[in-house]
């Protein structure tokens, strides 16, 4: 029987729209939630919307529903696939992966494997690009999830935040926790680990040194070698554009996606968030 391959994302995963549709991925979305109704991240609430309310209205996230998921798996075995490559969030940062793994038990006329990214946002993002682009290159479905899972160990992730206030209220701080009584007129440049948590990278006094750090990571990572290079924000517009103007003169970029944060991170980040996902080539 041939592999017919189809991919399952969450929204967290920052791949702009363009890119969704011309691989044709299919996209489960949580739930941004203020006291008068609940949205779809992306699909029924955009950033600016979130961003635009704070710090007045602070929303609470869920999961996407068993409703929405099973509703996926159905439309992809309507569309005729035969596989299914679901990669989502961190575990450590979401449960979303466990309960895509939870209903995909009970599809059985598919063959489906799920992965934990153990990052987010466009470090995520480079993981499913790169597997759309082999499944659309022919590639058999146990050759793409080998592959992703190497692409793993080659992206990682840098952001910084205006204020800390808000991972610390959606319980997402983690090891950056340590910083907040003993270092908060500090701006801590904040990764992820293996383990898929948050953690402190580096420790910059104000917002334009924390800036130079990203910056100075980019460097570094570009003098190694070849990168692609995603540059997100989170209600930052005019930062943001002054970080894509400076990063895209630098050598050995070969791919860069500029991209928005999903409201679905923005409740935990709050606006002013900068971030870089690299994938070392």
């Excluded at 995963?13 to 044709?24: A, V, W």
């Excluded at 099973?70 to 940062?93: N, P, Q």
């Amino acid at each position: 029987m041939n592999e017919k391959i189809a991919l399952l994302v969450d929204s967290m995963c920052d791949l702009p729209r363009e890119i969704i549709e011309r691989f044709g991925i299919y996209v489960i979305a949580p739930r941004i939630i203020y006291p008068y109704g609940e949205f779809r991240d992306r699909l029924e609430i955009t950033p600016e919307d979130v961003y635009n309310r704070m710090p007045a209205e602070i929303p609470t996230t869920s999961l996407p529903s068993i409703e929405d998921i099973m509703e996926a798996f159905d439309k992809i075995r309507v569309d005729g696939f035969t596989h299914v490559l679901a990669v989502h969030i961190s575990s450590a940062l979401s449960s979303t992966v466990e309960v895509v793994a939870m209903q995909a038990k009970e599809v059985k006329d598919m063959t489906i494997n799920v992965i934990d990214s153990k990052t987010l946002t466009m470090g995520t993002g480079w993981m499913i690009l790169d597997a759309a682009r082999n499944i659309a290159a022919g590639w058999n479905f146990d050759k793409v999830v080998e592959h992703i899972n190497q692409v793993k160990s080659q992206v990682k992730v840098y952001y910084i935040l205006e204020t800390l206030e808000y991972l610390r209220r959606g319980g997402r701080i983690g090891k950056v926790a340590g910083m907040l009584g003993e270092f908060m007129h500090f701006k801590p440049v904040i990764s992820v680990d293996l383990e898929g948590k948050y953690f402190t990278f580096a420790k910059t006094r104000g917002r334009i040194k924390s800036i130079e750090k990203l910056v100075e990571i980019v460097q570094k990572a570009v003098q190694a070698g070849p990168v692609n290079l995603a540059i997100m924000h989170g209600g930052a517009p005019e930062e943001f554009q002054k970080l894509v103007q400076r990063l895209k003169e630098l050598p050995n970029i070969k791919e860069m996606i500029m991209s928005d944060i999903s409201p679905a991170l923005g409740v935990n980040t709050g606006p002013g968030l900068l971030g870089i996902a690299i994938q070392e080539l």
